[in-house]
């Protein structure tokens, strides 16, 4: 099966502007620079070298963001995510990139199903992304219970009446419980979280890129790894 390779140099940029269109060459051209041709030195399937085929990427990339983003603001406080000028910019990066991570990762869930790379051996992966999805639903409520702001009162008031009525978890946190709420935003969840992440990946690069629907299986039964 015909591949290509990807940040090692043997192709030029005017190979890349013949094939894709000038915009698009300019757009991908960081993956061939150092340091990342480096860390893009891999070769793909052809039929992968699409936009559709990242959406996983950035679902990760908005991941690292929000850790980086999220323990910033917990190390400096709610005072300053609330009173400060850089703080509420931040409040409101570590938020809009949450929104983003939901959003690239349903496209990328879409692709996966579209193109049913979740067959096979792969299905232990699909559901092991199916569950960082809905953790991530989880970590969204407990970061804006943590925000202290009225949208967080409300979140509060809401989740009281349809998600708290029941002992879950042995009354271990509860809306109103800043403390907790903020430990399990920070500390619990994320680390699980990423725990699963790193699995996913790793069952990616070991599994490699599927073949989508119709395409004809490589020798070995499987997709030829990138």
Known sequence: MAQRSIGVGRDSFRDRVAEHGRLRALLESFAYAPPFGGMFGKSVPFYAESYWYAMGGLTFLLFVFLVLSGILLAWLG??????QPFGRFLK????WSA????FFAILHAFRVW???SFRGRRLLNWWIGLTVFMLAMGENLFGLLARGDWESQFVSM???DMLFV????FHLFAPADFSADLLIHVAVIPVIMGALIFAHVLLVRLQGVSEPLGQPASKNGAAEEY
């Open 78 to 83: 709610p005072y300053w995510w609330l009173t």
């Open 92 to 95: 409101s990066f570590h938020y």
């Open 99 to 102: 929104q983003g991570f939901f």
């Open 114 to 116: 579209a193109t049913g």
């Open 158 to 160: 809401h989740s009281t």
């Open 166 to 169: 029941e002992p879950f978890f």
